[in-house]
């Protein structure tokens, strides 16, 4: 599949430019868009970019290409703001989620190289002051299990979360308050607060001058916003709603029936189970979405609802005006005007289908605050940036040869050719060994690729929630590889 893929793309080239197909895939096709000049490279990705984001309703996407070294190729397409005025460059901020965890890494590995930390040593152990919950976890994680994601802590980086959930060391389990924790450990050993310290260890050697975990306020607007499919919204609220509901009224019959003894339930029964499922579904979306998150989806549904009664008011008003709310024919009404259920029904319906239809239109998400800063999750960078961080690594800036070595060398198995290293995930492919790491807060969704072996390397940020299969799919043609730098 993939080599149709690449055989059509250069059969397009071939019909825009009249170029022959051997200057368009040089050599082996298996190296995917690596081996290609890089003039063709770039004209036949600003083809179908483009055109891509246009099927798959992406607005915004940014690209690096790191080949033999250093960034080759770094474009931006499409706009970055909700009026859709701003255009997208290489030096655009996106949310770049998840890809501060490898940045992180890194700066907790020239610690490693400075002596600082110890990669088997317990992580806190230079701490005045625990900073895990209670029990043994404290003496128990080590920096090697933050960073292969083995320390047991869990992903709810929002709250109640400082306890391991399973024994360190034990299995893979994806954690961002590991790197929660780590970000603590550096602030502490380094007298200043995180996002000081991955300026001064990483993102300033590296040349990442315009990303960082925290921004200031005035800088926030010059992030690319982020989009969802307004039916996300929805969903966020009421798939946890129901299911929460149906949970506490089956509860609720069980402690009448059996706990009470009575057969009939009556409707006050319920008031502790709509009281639960109302809190817990509000609970759910703020510990998965954070405040602004919750204030979010309760008003997009708010103005769901608003404008579906609104919709179905007017046909109503529109049924009454010609005649179709009366009875239905042939059957007898006392006292006042009946109303016709069919009619009713006949409005809902058509305000439900016709709401179908704006399902799927890009909705604009709350940006992050300037001042929210965690290790795991808030990194605002550029693709140039990410592209330079890409350079630095294969260069072994900051940690060094064999500490980068390492990074892919020591690593966990997850499944078959994909493991997760120092920082990093790994995965085995035709072409050899990649790091990864993917990104993905709400509205945003990118994907970091390095091959150490090349000395190459792909980074793509977009601005939808929808584009998860997009940038492998990106990935996949420029690295060669079918797609795949995802967990199972």
């Keep these: 599949m993939y080599q149709i893929k690449l055989l059509l793309t250069a059969a397009l080239l071939v019909f825009v430019s009249g170029a022959p197909v051997q200057a368009v895939l040089p050599g082996t096709q298996d190296g995917g868009m690596l081996g290609w000049p890089r003039a063709e490279m770039a004209r036949a990705l600003s083809l179908y970019l483009p055109r891509r984001m246009a099927e798959e ?63 088997d040593a317990p992580l806190g152990a230079k701490l005045a002051e625990p900073w895990l919950g209670d029990g043994d976890d404290h003496e128990l994680i080590t920096l090697r299990h933050v960073l292969t994601h083995t320390s047991g802590l869990t992903n709810f980086i929002r709250c109640c979360s400082d306890e391991s959930w399973a024994t360190p060391g034990e299995a893979f389990s994806y954690s961002g308050v590991g ?5 603590h450990v550096m602030s502490v050993l380094d007298e200043k607060p995180f996002e000081s310290v991955m300026r001064a260890r990483v993102l300033g050697p590296f040349g990442m001058a315009s990303s960082g975990y925290g921004l200031a306020e005035p800088l926030v607007p ?3 916003r982020g989009f969802v499919p307004f039916y996300q919204t929805l969903l966020a609220l009421f798939v946890p709603l129901l299911l929460l509901s149906i949970g506490s009224a089956l509860l609720t019959f069980l402690v009448v029936r059996f706990g009470l003894n009575r057969l009939k339930l009556e409707p006050v029964d319920f008031a502790p189970a709509v009281f639960v499922s109302i809190v817990g579904t509000f609970g759910l979306i703020w510990l998965l979405l954070g405040g602004w998150g919750l204030l979010f989806v309760l008003g997009s549904v708010f103005v769901y609802l608003f404008l579906f009664f609104l919709g179905v008011l007017v046909l109503i008003t529109a049924f009454a005006f010609l005649g179709l709310l009366g009875p239905a024919d042939g059957t007898l009404s006392r006292g006042g005007q009946q109303t016709n259920p069919v009619a009713i029904a006949v409005a809902v319906g058509l305000v439900f289908t016709v709401s179908l239809l704006f399902m799927e239109r890009n909705t604009p998400v709350p940006a992050t605050a300037g001042d929210t800063i965690n290790p795991a999750s808030s990194l605002r960078a550029s693709a140039h940036d990410l592209g330079l961080f890409v350079e630095g690594v294969l260069r072994g800036d900051v940690i060094g040869s064999e500490l980068r070595d390492r990074v892919f060398q020591e690593t966990v198995t997850i499944d078959a050719g994909i493991g997760w290293g120092l920082g990093f995930g790994t995965r085995e492919g035709r072409n050899g060994l990649t790091g990864w790491q993917w990104g993905s807060n709400p509205g945003f969704q990118s994907l970091l690729v390095i091959d150490q072996g090349r000395r190459a390397g792909i980074v793509v940020l977009t601005n939808s929630s929808m584009a998860g299969p997009l940038v492998q799919e990106i990935a996949g043609h420029v690295m060669g590889e079918e797609p795949g730098w995802s967990l199972p």
Excluded: C, H, W
């Design 57 to 119: 309703g992406v607005r915004a996407l940014s690209i690096a290409v790191i080949a033999d070294g250093q960034i080759v190729f770094e474009q931006g397409y499409g706009t970055a703001d909700i009026f859709g005025l701003e255009p997208v460059t290489a030096n655009t901020l996106f949310e770049a989620a998840s890809l501060g965890k490898p940045v992180a890494a890194v700066g907790a590995l020239s610690m490693v190289r400075e002596g600082l930390l110890d990669l």
């Design 179 to 183: 790197y929660m924790y780590m970000g």
């Design 222 to 224: 010059t992030v690319a």
